[in-house]
């Protein structure tokens, strides 16, 4: 099946920086990515749509200004948490949509640990 | 999309079919049942999908009732490494930005020794 990765695979970082986070489609193209977050012992949680080459939808009760996507290429992108804070704590994930002979997939990376002190 | 009502936890024997439900009684016909898997801090990963049809392949099979209010997916020999947080989606497969998944609370497989 299709590759995603993500970089880095944990983080650690102190309150008020930033962090940014990479997702890539390592084998396909992707026009759409979608980035995910994951608070423990919760489910997955939309948190925005990523399109290449124009602005990412947020889902609601996210901040755009906070959570800044770039989908620069058609393989990359980004998600960088803005001045961060311990309840951005969190598990980031990203999917990449695949559509191959008619059927639709979604592939999902590894996700991103990030700990906020 | 349709909501759908997953068992909170199962446990397996290790060798054994695991058969785990999902009740979606609210799908409409173009509607597929999708069903991922997320192992402890890893991203989901796909595991199988379908309209009506039972379905079939190297991980799984995926058993879905006649009216499609209900469907099974079936692992036929659980492994340890089968032990995930299962989910069962509901959606149309389209195109654009409305291809994200919606992903509900899951059952928690745990495949004993």
């Known amino acids: 099946g299709a590759v995603v990765s993500q970089h880095p695979s944990w983080v650690i970082c102190k309150s008020g920086t930033s962090v940014k986070i990479e997702c890539r489609s390592l084998?396909?193209?992707?026009?759409?990515m979608f980035w995910y977050r994951q608070f423990p012992k919760q489910s997955l949680m939309l948190m925005a749509t990523s399109n290449e080459g124009s602005k990412a939808t947020y889902e609601q009760g996210v901040e755009k200004d906070k959570f800044l996507i770039n989908h620069a290429s058609l393989t990359l992108s980004t998600l960088t948490v803005t001045s961060a804070h311990p309840e951005d704590s969190s598990f980031y994930i990203c999917?990449?949509?695949?559509?191959?002979?008619?059927?639709?997939?979604?592939?999902f990376g590894p996700g991103t640990r990030l700990t906020v002190l | 999309d349709a909501k759908t009502t997953q068992p909170p936890s199962m446990d397996c024997a290790e060798g054994r079919a695991a058969n785990l439900p999902c009740n979606h009684s609210t799908i409409s016909g173009n509607e597929y049942v999708y069903w991922y898997r997320q192992i402890h801090s890893q991203g989901p990963q796909y595991i199988i999908h379908g309209l009506k049809n039972n379905e079939t392949n190297e991980m799984a099979s995926l058993i879905i009732t006649e009216d499609r209010k209900s469907s099974t997916l079936i692992l036929p020999h659980a492994t340890l490494r089968d032990t995930a947080v299962y989910y069962c989606?509901?959606?149309?497969?389209?195109?654009?930005?409305?291809?994200?998944?919606?992903f509900g609370s899951g059952t928690q497989l745990t495949v004993l020794p």
């Open positions: 999917s990449a949509d695949l559509t191959t002979s008619g059927r639709n997939e979604q592939f």
């Open positions: 084998d396909f193209q992707a026009t759409t």
């Open positions: 989606i509901v959606r149309v497969p389209s195109s654009g930005s409305a291809r994200q998944l919606t």
